[in-house]
């Protein structure tokens, strides 16, 4: 069975796209830590981040660099923090999260109730800025 993100790759399920190439996927997290929360997806669907192959592992991680410096560019913050953890959704993924402090990145943390509005303008000013 497909994973919610493959859904969300193949266009059945709906999200806040960033960007995309032939491998990789980048879009809001719908319960963001803070504005900009995105994540950042392979198109091949495996559970485990370091089951990718070597090839793929650095071909991701500079995709996010790219989404990464997207985000920095649309969103105020100090830097944009990437964390792997894959507890809830078995499709590998890369957060980048914006942040002004260490305790932004604590994902236990209360998470924001963004509007549809806020969440296309968000995607339309990080995108708008992604190379
Ligand atoms: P993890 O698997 O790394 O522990 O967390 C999965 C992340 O995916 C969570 O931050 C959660 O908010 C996000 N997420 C889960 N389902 C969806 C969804 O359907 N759409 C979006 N945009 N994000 C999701």
Redesign the pocket.
């Known amino acids: 069975m497909a994973t ?2 493959s859904k ?1 790759i193949a266009g059945d ?1 709906p ?2 796209k960033i960007a995309e190439n032939d491998k990789f996927f980048a ?6 830590l803070a504005k900009g ?1 995105t ?1 950042v997806v392979p198109k091949q669907e495996i559970d485990y981040f370091f089951d990718l192959s070597n090839e793929d592992l650095a071909a991701m991680q500079i995709f996010a660099k790219r989404v990464a410096t997207a985000v920095k560019g649309a969103i105020p913050c100090k830097k944009v923090g990437q964390a ?6 078995p499709h590998a ?1 890369i ?1 980048l999260i914006p942040i002004k402090k260490e305790s932004d990145m604590i ?1 236990s943390n209360p ?1 924001l109730k963004l509007t549809d509005a806020e969440f296309c303008e968000i995607a339309k000013e990080i995108s708008s800025v992604f190379k």
């Open positions: 919610i993100f969300i399920i999200c806040y879009f809001l997290d719908i319960n963001p929360h994540l792997v953890l894959g507890l809830q959704v993924h957060h994902f998470k």
